[in-house]
T-cell receptor, first 110, second 112 residues
């Protein structure tokens, strides 16, 4: 079983739609969580950290469920520019290495 | 801009050859991590260097080796290249106990 799992998609949604991605992790010692965005053939860029209490940044909301070992990303009012691959990242306690999921592809359609 | 710099940006090599990729970390960062990203996959951790030593290593064969220099820059070496080594190689820098990485734009390696 992979340490971090994501549905690869693609998720094809119309502009203005709300879309949600989930990511599950297997190591209960995981302590830090992030969502990264990666555009085609570019490097990953930090979208947002994920906090236990949940956090919001504009149209983006991230949630963490430690009991069920998953994190989620909600995008409201999707824009064409949101089209990208969204990577879930987990860091295990005692390490400083990022463990990435396979990524979920999002295509926002006009 | 004092971000992470990787070179070269693209590279084509033949099976069996050796390759060296280079990375200069963001100004102020002292830790460098290397990742391999195959097409359609998430980045896979190769290893991390801190204080010129390999601090952690992922599940990659010994053909993959690295080095960190006193100025914190780093090299990734891959020997006896295989077709399956074709990928985007990403370098990320951070502080030793920092959780936030800055990624370089990567080196795209094609093995033919």
């Amino acid at each position: 079983r992979k340490e971090v799992e994501q549905d690869p998609g693609p998720f094809n949604v119309p502009e203005g739609a709300t879309v949600a991605f989930n990511c599950t992790y297997s190591n209960s010692a995981s302590q830090s969580f992030f969502w990264y965005r990666q555009d085609c053939r570019k490097e990953p860029k930090l979208l947002m950290s994920v906090y236990s209490s949940g956090n919001e940044d504009g149209r983006f909301t991230a949630q963490l469920n430690r009991a069920s070992q998953y994190i989620s990303l909600l995008i409201r009012d999707s824009k064409l520019s949101d089209s990208a691959t969204y990577l879930c990242v987990v860091i295990t306690s005692g390490t400083y290495k990022y463990i990435f999921g396979t990524g979920t592809r999002l295509k926002v359609l006009a | 801009d004092a971000g992470v710099t990787q070179s070269p940006t693209h590279l084509i090599k033949t099976r069996g050859q050796q390759v060296t990729l280079r990375c200069s970390p963001k100004s102020g960062h002292d830790t460098v991590s290397w990742y391999q990203q195959a097409l359609g996959q998430g980045p896979q951790f190769i290893f991390q260097y801190y204080e010129e030593e390999e601090r952690q290593r992922g599940n990659f064969p010994d053909r993959f080796s690295g080095h960190q220099f006193p100025n914190y820059s780093s090299e990734l070496n891959v020997n006896a290249l295989l077709l399956g080594d074709s990928a985007l190689y990403l370098c990320a820098s951070s502080l030793a106990r920092g959780l936030y990485y800055t990624f370089g734009s990567g080196t795209r390696l094609t093995v033919v």
